[in-house]
């Protein structure tokens, strides 16, 4: 079956600094979402991306984070400046032309020291 | 407000028993309802949905579960657990445009041989 691929798996960044964690949906997919989920809470929406644009966002998606699909194949979750509650695991996952199925990755732990 | 609770935070049951994990939802809308499961170190894998008809659906490795309007629930069951079922399971529910999903915080399941 065709995967959403994440990378890295791990990442351990000081407070304050930029993270990129990147994402290749499936390739022919059009919906593109990031998800998180701090240990031990819900897995908790971020964002939604489609027609290379931002569809919905949730309030935890603040001025810090933005996404990008810089290519084709890539989409990309962007965080400015890093606070300590920012770690989390994030997910990405990604939902063909009907988009009632989604797709995840299995996710990159973000660690903020 | 759109929310999906799950009681059980963990739940043991021995290889070869019944199972059933709790969802209750509240949604204001017609709910799209999901399990995903998560293996560690994997990402989120759809075990099923219910959009609407028959109320009991039939998932992936054995699993099932059933919409009850009336309650708000939607219960995931298997008759006879394996122990590579062993995971932590999550239920959704999905906007009306599956722009987002509102995910519960999950029950994770200990097989005992």
């Known amino acids: 079956e065709p995967e959403v691929t994440q990378t890295p798996s791990h990442q351990v960044t000081q407070m304050g600094q930029e993270v990129i964690l990147r994402c290749v949906p499936i390739s022919n997919h059009l919906y593109f979402y990031w998800y998180r989920q701090i240990l031990g809470q819900k897995v908790e929406f971020l964002v939604s991306?489609?027609?290379?644009?931002?569809?919905?966002k949730s309030e935890i998606f603040d001025d810090q984070f933005s996404v990008e699909r810089p290519d084709g194949s890539n989409f990309t979750l962007k965080i400015r400046s890093t606070k300590l509650e920012d770690s989390a695991m994030y997910f990405c996952a990604s939902s063909g032309t009907t988009n009632e199925k989604l797709f995840f990755g299995s996710g990159t732990q973000l660690s903020v020291l | 407000a759109q929310s999906v609770t799950q009681p059980d935070i963990h739940i043991t049951v021995s290889e070869g028993a019944s199972l059933e994990l709790r969802c209750n939802y509240s949604?204001?809308?017609?709910?799209?309802l999901f399990w995903y499961v998560q293996s560690p170190g994997q990402g989120l894998q759809l075990l099923l949905k219910y959009f609407s008809g028959d109320t009991l659906v039939q998932g992936i490795k054995g699993f099932e579960a059933e919409f009850k309007r009336s309650q708000s629930s939607f219960n995931l069951r298997k008759p006879s657990v394996h122990w590579s079922d062993a995971a932590e399971y999550f239920c959704?529910?999905?906007?009306?445009?599956?722009?987002?999903?509102?995910f519960g915080s999950g029950t994770k399941l200990n097989v005992k041989p």
């Open positions: 991306f489609y027609n290379n644009e931002i569809s919905e």
């Open positions: 959704a529910v999905g906007a009306y445009n599956f722009n987002k999903f509102y």
């Open positions: 949604y204001g809308a017609t709910p799209y």
